[in-house]
Structures are given as C-alpha cells and as structure tokens.
C-alpha cells in the first residue's frame, strides 16, 4: 500500500510531464476548485434569500389556522385554549378574517382583513415588532379602526389618523333597494415587512371585524408552533378538536407554492453549476490519458517489475483523484469562507465603489443574504468526488491495459 502510494505521489507531483500537459492539470484544477467554490456560494445565496423571504412573508402570518365555522365565542375561547395545550404550540387565539375593498377617493384596494384579540397579533402574528408608525393597542381602544401595510397605505393614499371606506362583503336592504354594506375605518397604525403582505394585508380588533363581516368570512383558530417544519401533530390535534365542522390548514397551503419553486430554482442552478465541475472533469480525463501517453515505458517497466494491472489501475485512479481532491478541497474551503462573508463583501463593494447592488425600495433588502448548509457543501463535494472518479476511470483503465513487450520497445 505504501508502494502504490508512492507512485500515486511520483506521477502527480513528479516531473517528466510535457507543458502542456502540466498546463491541462492546472487547468482542470483551478476548474474544479471554482466550480465547487461557486456552486456553494450560489447555493448559500439561494438559501439566504429563501431565508429571508419565508422570515418576511410568515412573520405575521399564522402558522396553523382551524375554520371553525360560526360557533359561539365562549366556544371559540374554549377551543384556543385548547390548542394551547399542545406542546408544540406557542401561542393561539381566536380570528375573524375576510377580503375587503378599501376605497379614498378614486383609489381601490382589495384588502384581507384579519380580526384577533391583542394576544393574537402580538403573540400569534408577531405585528408589534414591524410597527412602524401607530401601536397594536390603539385598535382595541377605539372601535374601528385599522392598521394598514406600508404598501396599501402608500397606494391608497392614507397614513395614521386618516379614514378609508370599506366595501363589505354583504348586502345592505334600504327601501331603494340591495346595496353593499359600507363602513369607515381610521388608519391607527402601518406595519412593513418587506413582502407581498404589507400590500394587501389589514389587522383589525377582533370585535371590529366581528361588527364588520357578521355571518361573513372566515371564523377559527389561529396558532404559532415551535417548528414550522413539524406541523403534523399539531394539526390532527387540532382538527380532532372540532371535527364536525372543521379543517385545518397550515402556512404550506397559502405559501407552500412559492418555497416549492424556490426549492425547484435552486435544483435547477445546482444542476447548471454542476456543469462547471463536469467540464473540470473532462479536464481530468484530458490530463490523465496524455500522463498516460507520457509515461508508458515508466508503466511498462512496472509491469516488468511485477506490478499487476489491479494495482496499475489503482496507482492512476488515486493519481486522478489526488490532483481532484486538491481542487474539490480549496473550492470548498474558499466556497465556504465566501458564504459566511458574503454580506460583508457586498456592503463594502458597495461602499468602496459607490454602488447599490440591491435598492431596498425595489428588493425589500438592503445586503446579499446567505445562509450556508453543511447539507450542501457534503452534497457539492460528494458530487465532485464522483466525478472526477467517473473521470479517472477511463485513463486508468487505458494504463492498466498497454502491453509491456510493445511500451519497452520504445524505451
């Protein structure tokens, strides 16, 4: 074993190989460590940004709701409680929620309206924390009123302490016939969180959207688990609570699309950044079957010396994947430092240069977000290592078949 180590050292790092050969082993090097070093940093892009996106759009949604039908309130209070019990629930509260349109002056806006208790939208819905003007208490001092995302308040053109009306999703009778409910709500406060929410999203008090929607709209339970990764004992706990009149859905059903084409994009990029490490091995097999070419009377003198031809193929094999693992372990190491610095680096190209890699009124975000997997880069280099197997395969094989009488006789 020593030996075949030796001579997997000699021909990698040995001399007697022509330039150009040497010039395609850099080559395939320097190829392997910048393919895996760029799908990794891609890849912690990709998860940075998903990241981001699923912190912003879940932020104020809740993670699990139960559609209770019209029950009671007692009997909604009850089933909160209920839910709360579970242990991988952290909060839960009642909800009444339902689409209307927001009306100033010429300007329209659907809105989905959502009514809870304080704990609700503090606990439940995490809306405190993207205030950005008003407070979550002043829609439960004062009857309707409302609290608007950034966007919807910019397009309707409203801020704190201006009114809207609102388009009810029920009917009026007056003696000149069936018209549209109608109601005035007072903008009390504007939340952002950087995401398709702040323009269509609404939160009211819980008696307010009662008063509003009456029989109309969606009545239930609302929670927030521990890990949104893991919802299904909550969620048969919560449907056994109410089983008659009720279904359960969770934040998959209205956002699950959308992390499933995040999840499809990165595949793809991974698989079109793979090319990057497949060229590299071609590369190698490039570089090993004219180091095969070069070295035949070296391999037939080992022939003539008693080395088998199991062993010959195994000599190349390791001289293939000696010179990969050096490029696969650089890429890696330089794709990891890259991903943990990436933020750092952006900010200062951005200082140094005087450039805006991302306008925050146009991305939401202000830096490069990453977030790197250890899932990834094992995946990254364990493709790599089977690669540049694949491609070391074919020259070994070639060495371990060359006749040693027909090599000497150049010799």
């Not at 933020?343 to 951005?350: F, G, Y």
């Not at 975000?365 to 491609?391: E, F, N």
């Amino acid at each position: 074993m020593q030996l075949l180590f030796e001579l997997m050292l000699r021909f990698t790092l040995g001399g007697g190989q022509r330039r150009f050969t040497r010039f395609v082993a850099l080559a395939s090097l320097l190829g392997m460590m910048l393919g895996v070093a760029t799908l990794i940093v891609v890849l912690s892009v990709m998860n940075g940004f998903a990241l981001e996106l699923r912190q912003r759009l879940l932020s104020i949604a809740p993670d699990l709701v139960l559609e209770a039908g019209p029950l009671p309130q007692a009997t909604l209070l009850s089933l909160s409680s209920q839910v709360e019990t579970h242990p991988d629930v952290v909060a839960a509260s009642i909800m009444h929620r339902g689409t209307v349109l927001m009306r100033r002056g010429d300007r329209n806006r659907g809105i989905k309206l959502t009514g809870a208790p304080e704990a609700g939208l503090t606990r439940v819905a995490s809306l405190e924390g993207h205030l950005i003007a008003g407070t979550v208490e002043a829609i439960f001092e004062q009857p309707f009123t409302v609290i608007l995302g950034a966007d919807a308040a910019r397009l309707l053109g409203v801020g704190v302490g201006d009114e809207v009306e609102v388009v009810l999703p029920r009917l009026t009778m007056t003696p000149l016939g069936v018209f549209p409910a109608l109601r005035t709500l007072r903008v009390s406060g504007i939340f952002e969180v950087g995401a398709q929410p702040d323009a269509f999203e609404g939160f009211v008090s819980f008696a307010t959207a009662q008063r509003l929607f009456a029989a109309a709209g969606q009545v239930g339970i609302q929670a927030r688990v521990r890990d949104r990764e893991q919802l299904q004992e909550a969620t048969t706990f919560m449907a056994s609570l109410s089983p008659g009149h009720s279904s359960v859905t969770d934040w998959r059903d209205s956002q699950g699309s959308l992390f499933t084409a995040i999840r499809m994009e990165k595949l793809t990029v991974g698989v079109l950044l793979t090319s990057v490490i497949l060229v590299a091995a071609f590369n190698l097999i490039s570089m090993l079957t004219m180091s095969v070419t070069e070295k035949r009377s070296d391999i037939a003198i080992l022939q003539v010396l008693g080395l088998s031809s199991h062993r010959l193929l195994t000599v190349f094999l390791g001289h293939g994947l000696m010179l990969a693992t050096v490029g696969i372990f650089v890429g890696a190491s330089l794709g990891i430092w890259l991903s943990l610095s990436v933020a750092e680096l952006s900010m200062w190209l951005e200082r140094t240069l005087g450039w805006v890699l991302f306008d925050p009124s146009v991305y939401y975000i202000a830096g490069l977000p990453a977030q790197l997997m250890w899932a990834d880069v094992r995946a990254v280099v364990a493709t790599a290592l089977v690669l540049s197997v694949i491609a070391s395969v074919y020259p070994a094989w070639r060495a371990a078949r060359i006749p040693a009488a027909e090599a000497l006789n150049y010799v």
